[in-house]
């Protein structure tokens, strides 16, 4: 008799495929965009070709026009992010290991959470003026939560086991932290800082499109306003880099902090 063996396909979601895939499928998708808008079938006006994009970019860059609000806007946001996860890693590391701060923290934590931060951009622009310290606060306002709830939900999953152990051998509170919660932890961490990054570009063109005169959220309204769409497009592709490079930024640290987590 014949043996039959049934294999689910979810065995095989975690095999790899070659990188050239990805390159592939973005050179695919350009080449129809680039073809779409050629044949006329959608006017310049409402989506500009590919190589129109590329060329505003190159000359806004060639222009210092990119450079410039680049640069704004990486102030803002670099300042913004560290404020937002110093206080939202404290917060939950604190309150991981505090019964008392726990109860004191997580309830407003857990309440403010799902306001919406852009809501209340106004409110911070009438409260700490117009200028730079109410960009940088509402980021870091929108980091701070993903970053204390993810955190807090780590060192909370921390095998109770290694704590006892470590007692056992009489290790301090910041060696305990250090050595067991924080490695234990670590993962969890990140993945909050990856919902934060995400959060923190999504303010940081709120914030630039409402009260800021440069900046790429204030470029790409002023184009959007002019209707100079490939110029604008530009800036959307700007704002897809710095994303793409706080991925990538992410990705490498946690490899170099926790190796053993991917393996």
Request: with cysteine; net charge positive; hydrophobic share 60%.
């Given at each position: 008799m014949?043996?039959?063996?049934?294999?689910n396909?979810?065995t095989r979601?975690?095999r790899?495929?070659?990188?050239?895939?990805?390159?592939a499928?973005?050179?695919?998708?350009?080449?129809l965009?680039?073809?779409?808008?050629?044949?006329?079938?959608v006017?310049p006006?409402?989506?500009?070709?590919?190589t129109d994009?590329?060329?505003?970019?190159?000359?806004?860059?060639a222009?210092?026009?990119?450079?410039e609000s680049?640069?704004?806007s990486?102030?803002?946001?670099?300042?913004g992010?560290?404020?937002g996860?110093?206080?939202?890693?404290a917060?939950?590391?604190?309150?991981?290991?505090?019964?008392?701060?726990?109860r004191?923290?997580?309830?407003?934590?857990?309440?403010?959470?799902?306001?919406?931060?852009?809501?209340l951009?106004?409110?911070?622009?009438l409260?700490?003026?117009?200028g730079?310290?109410?960009?940088?606060?509402?980021?870091?306002?929108?980091?701070?939560?993903?970053?204390?709830?993810?955190t807090?939900s780590?060192?909370k999953?921390?095998?109770?086991?290694?704590?006892?152990?470590a007692?056992?051998?009489?290790?301090?509170?910041l060696y305990?932290m250090?050595?067991v919660?924080?490695?234990?932890?670590?993962p969890?961490?990140?993945?909050?800082?990856?919902?934060a990054?995400?959060?923190?570009?999504?303010?940081?063109?709120?914030?630039?499109?409402?009260?800021?005169?440069?900046?790429?959220g204030?470029?790409i309204?002023?184009?959007g306003?002019?209707m100079?769409?490939?110029?604008?497009?530009?800036?959307v592709i700007?704002?897809?880099?710095?994303?793409?490079?706080?991925?990538v930024?992410?990705t490498?640290?946690?490899?170099?902090?926790?190796p053993?987590h991917?393996?």
């Amino acid at each position: 008799m014949k043996r039959y063996v049934v294999q689910n396909k979810m065995t095989r979601w975690h095999r790899t495929v070659p990188a050239w895939v990805s390159a592939a499928a973005v050179f695919v998708l350009l080449a129809l965009w680039e073809a779409v808008c050629r044949s006329g079938l959608v006017s310049p006006l409402f989506l500009p070709a590919p190589t129109d994009i590329a060329r505003a970019l190159f000359e806004m860059a060639a222009g210092g026009e990119i450079g410039e609000s680049l640069a704004a806007s990486l102030s803002r946001i670099l300042l913004g992010f560290a404020a937002g996860a110093v206080l939202g890693l404290a917060v939950g590391l604190v309150a991981g290991t505090s019964a008392l701060a726990d109860r004191v923290a997580m309830p407003l934590v857990n309440a403010l959470y799902p306001i919406p931060k852009i809501a209340l951009l106004p409110l911070f622009v009438l409260w700490l003026g117009i200028g730079e310290l109410s960009k940088v606060t509402i980021i870091a306002m929108g980091v701070f939560f993903p970053i204390a709830m993810n955190t807090y939900s780590g060192v909370k999953n921390v095998d109770p086991l290694l704590i006892k152990v470590a007692v056992s051998f009489r290790a301090g509170w910041l060696y305990t932290m250090r050595c067991v919660v924080l490695p234990y932890a670590l993962p969890m961490i990140f993945a909050g800082f990856r919902i934060a990054a995400g959060t923190a570009l999504l303010l940081l063109v709120a914030a630039e499109m409402i009260a800021a005169e440069k900046g790429i959220g204030a470029l790409i309204l002023h184009y959007g306003d002019l209707m100079i769409t490939d110029r604008l497009m530009a800036g959307v592709i700007v704002l897809s880099l710095l994303g793409l490079l706080f991925h990538v930024a992410l990705t490498r640290l946690e490899k170099r902090l926790i190796p053993w987590h991917r393996q």
